[in-house]
């Protein structure tokens, strides 16, 4: 793999999320993109979660948010999902991109960045 997509595929990340329901993902969904934390958001709905909470088991409906981005943004992004996710523990996971069309990577760093530097 030439030397520029391994690193750009090095700073692509994927970030997944739970919501409760679609309004709680549209908006945080809404968020990330609009203040530039996050190139694409895609909201998947019909998740259905089992998992234990509390020592019991639990069953819920969800909607996943997969979140586009760069490793230098995960921060900011943990923080805002955070302030804004209705849980007490969201579900925050980061997982690199390994590989991917080069022309898609650069837009999502793009579309990633700041107008003012990274922290």
């Not at 793999?1 to 739970?18: D, G, Q, W, Y």
């Not at 650069?106 to 700041?114: G, K, L």
Request: proline share 7%; hydrophobic share 45%.
């Amino acid at each position: 793999m030439p030397e520029s997509t391994v690193k750009r595929c090095m700073s692509a990340i994927l970030i997944h999320c739970s919501c409760p329901d679609q309004t709680v993902a549209a908006r945080i969904a809404r968020a990330l993109v609009e203040e530039r934390l996050a190139a694409c958001v895609q909201a998947v709905p019909g998740a259905v979660s089992t998992y234990r909470w509390n020592g019991a088991v639990q069953v819920d409906h969800e909607v996943v948010l997969v979140i586009k981005t760069v490793r230098a943004r995960f921060e900011a992004i943990r923080l805002r999902i955070v302030e804004m996710h209705p849980y007490e523990l969201p579900e925050i996971i980061a997982v690199d991109i390994g590989a991917g069309h080069a022309p898609y990577l650069d837009w999502i760093a793009r579309e990633s960045a700041a107008t003012d530097p990274l922290p």
